[in-house]
């Protein structure tokens, strides 16, 4: 299969990443894959191979190492942008851990943009989240929100990305950039091939609530009932990750084509409803069939209240909205999680 122009995706072979592959692919661009595999499986690759029919090339290196890093530049010098998502991504494991998640966060970003940098590279996309708003003051969040002290290492290490990526940029370092603000991705692909596949114990609601439904785990622990919302458990805005790929696709094509208003621009990506944790259970209980045991438990340390994106500057300026509602989400997540543990 003839592709076009060659696009980094760091951190490729992870949930969203391999996801805007696929994504990339349809778009017609050449997508190379960059990962260490700490937070991915290998098999990742060949579902990707079984879903497009071609093998997409990967290079295994760590980011958070700069020769390792440059020799990657230096042998694919055709690349014309890149996406970052590259990162440790656990909020509760960032804040028992957090020189891990500085160290890997930060040093695979400084690496990549050095190279960027170094080999005139125009086009750079950020995997940001919506954690650098911290606890919000009032919502929905719009990119003009107060950027808070965040609630956890992790949501410290984007909010530092952020600022390191803006900064390149004022300087000239870096051409032009767009930071993608998501807040909850869930969900997989359509052909039930690909999903979030997560290492151990789930650390995000859908993949436990799937685990849970497919007698993996005896019972979901919903952290908190005690939070101002409607039934007193968390709200996030859940975003289905295939929407979310298009999002990175659209915004590649936004910088390749010079329809950027200004070289540093920030997007929210979300659907711009909040859920609460109930609420997906039920929306799971909805879609599956299944019964879903759960219990209350204590809060989580890092979590917010709640959260969910004003996603209109996303709509106005890139031209892109979520398509997919929360059931959309749970049902694609589950035959997904069924198609992995061969459940019929």
């Known amino acids: 299969m003839a592709l076009g122009k060659k696009v980094l995706v760091t951190g490729g072979a ?10 990339l692919v349809e778009a017609g661009f050449s997508p190379l894959i960059a990962d ?29 190492n700069d020769q390792a890093t440059a020799a990657l530049f230096e042998a ?40 960027v940098q170094k080999n005139g590279i125009a ?18 969040l719009t990119e003009d929100s107060p950027i808070k002290e965040a609630a956890s290492p ?12 803006r900064d390149a940029v004022l300087a ?12 909850n991705p869930v969900g997989a692909h359509a052909s039930g091939k690909l999903g979030e596949l997560p290492i151990g114990v789930p650390n995000n609601l859908l993949p436990f609530i799937t685990q849970t439904g497919a007698g993996l785990r005896s019972e979901l622990q919903v952290f908190g009932k005690n939070y101002n919302t409607a039934d007193g458990t968390a709200v996030r805005d ?21 329809r950027n208003s200004e070289n540093y621009e920030v997007f929210n990506l979300g659907t711009g409803e909040g859920h609460t944790v109930l609420e997906v259970i039920q929306s799971f209980e909805r879609t599956s069939g299944q019964k879903l045991p759960y219990r209350i438990t204590d809060r989580r340390p890092g979590d917010v209240s709640a959260t969910y994106a004003d996603t209109s500057k996303a709509k106005n300026i890139l031209g892109w909205t979520a398509s ?8 694609s997540a589950w035959i997904w999680e069924k198609h992995l543990r061969g459940i019929e």
């Open 14 to 23: 992870g949930y969203i990443g391999s996801h805007t592959v696929i994504a």
């Open 36 to 64: 260490n595999f700490v937070n991915s499986e290998r098999k990742t690759l060949d579902r990707l191979e079984d879903i497009l029919g071609f093998s997409v090339p990967c290079v295994e290196v760590d980011l958070a």
């Open 76 to 115: 694919h010098a055709d690349i014309v942008a890149v996406i970052h998502f590259a990162a440790l991504k656990a909020v509760g494991e960032s804040v028992e851990n957090p020189i891990a998640y500085y160290r890997n966060n930060l040093f695979s970003l400084l690496n990549v943009l050095a190279n």
């Open 123 to 140: 086009s750079f996309i950020f995997s940001s989240s919506c954690t650098v708003y911290g606890e919000p003051d009032q919502l929905p």
């Open 154 to 165: 992790y949501g410290n290490t984007k909010q530092m990305g952020e600022e390191i990526i």
């Open 172 to 183: 000239g370092s870096i051409q032009q950039a767009i930071s993608l603000r998501y807040f």
């Open 238 to 258: 859940y975003i289905h990750v295939e929407d979310l790929a298009e999002a990175h696709v659209v915004s590649v094509k936004r910088l390749l084509e010079k």
């Open 324 to 331: 997919r509602n929360l059931d959309d989400m749970t049902r």
